[in-house]
């Protein structure tokens, strides 16, 4: 079956950077564009980046755009989510999402605070 497995979220201070990683398995990887949402307590989920299938044409939403950066491992299985210059806004349930089969990860949680 399609699954989604989300990791490297954790706490940072504000200015910090985290790497996410999203390990996909249960389908043709490379066949998919790839999406990372957020989701802050109380706010809807937002789509925050979006790679192609080859990985040549992304996506930021304004309020990440020059801070993160979406790439994939079309030979791991793997879509990751750079994030710098973390702010406290930042914080959220970072999830992605294969649009291909519209699946989901479980998230994880990233944390921007001193």
């Known amino acids: 079956q399609v699954q989604l497995v989300e990791s490297g979220g954790g706490l940072v201070q504000p200015g910090g950077s985290l790497r996410l990683s999203c390990a996909a398995s249960?389908?043709?990887?490379?066949?998919?564009?790839m999406r990372w949402y957020r989701q802050a307590p109380g706010k809807e989920r937002e789509l925050v980046a979006t790679i192609s299938s080859t990985g040549t044409a992304s996506y930021y939403a304004d309020s990440v755009k020059g801070r993160f950066t979406i790439s994939r491992d079309n030979g791991k299985n793997t879509a990751f989510l750079q994030m710098s210059s973390l702010k406290p806004e930042d914080t959220a349930v970072y999830y992605c999402n294969a649009v291909i089969t519209n699946s989901w990860g479980q998230g994880t949680q990233v944390t921007v605070s001193s």
């Open positions: 249960g389908f043709t990887f490379r066949h998919s564009a």
